[in-house]
């Protein structure tokens, strides 16, 4: 069974900053990569940020210049700093795992925390 618990989401003023973090634990494999996307209501999920084991990152749009997404490869725990909060960053984050076991790569998620932006 793999776990991924994710924590850090909260209620934040615009302009203010949260630190989400996500921790995958069992039998996971070997980890390519880790990342988050977010969701709101009535809308698909989308990509806000993914680092691969190697340090390589990359960012949605919306989010360069504000988000650094970093991973603990001993802890298997990928943290994003989101720093500049704005009311569009209102949304379910899920955390998600890359992993590859043997020669099956799959995709992990977690539930889901609430970051709500607003004054």
């Known amino acids: 069974q793999v776990q991924l618990v994710e924590s850090g989401g909260g209620l934040v003023q615009p302009g203010g900053s949260l630190r989400l973090s996500c921790a995958a634990s069992?039998?996971?494999?070997?980890?390519?990569?880790m990342g988050w996307y977010r969701q709101v209501p009535k809308k698909k999920r989308e990509f806000v940020a993914v680092?691969?084991?190697?340090?390589?990152?990359s960012y949605a749009d919306s989010v360069k210049g504000r988000f650094t997404i970093s991973m603990d490869n001993a802890e298997n725990t990928v943290y994003l700093q989101m720093n500049s909060l704005k009311p569009e960053d209102t949304a379910l984050h899920f955390c998600?795992?890359?992993?590859?076991?043997?020669?099956?790569?799959?995709?992990?998620w977690g539930q889901g925390t609430q970051v709500t932006v607003s004054s």
């Open positions: 998600y795992v890359r992993a590859t076991s043997w020669t099956t790569t799959k995709d992990y």
């Open positions: 069992g039998s996971i494999g070997s980890i390519n990569a």
């Open positions: 680092i691969s084991n190697g340090g390589i990152t």
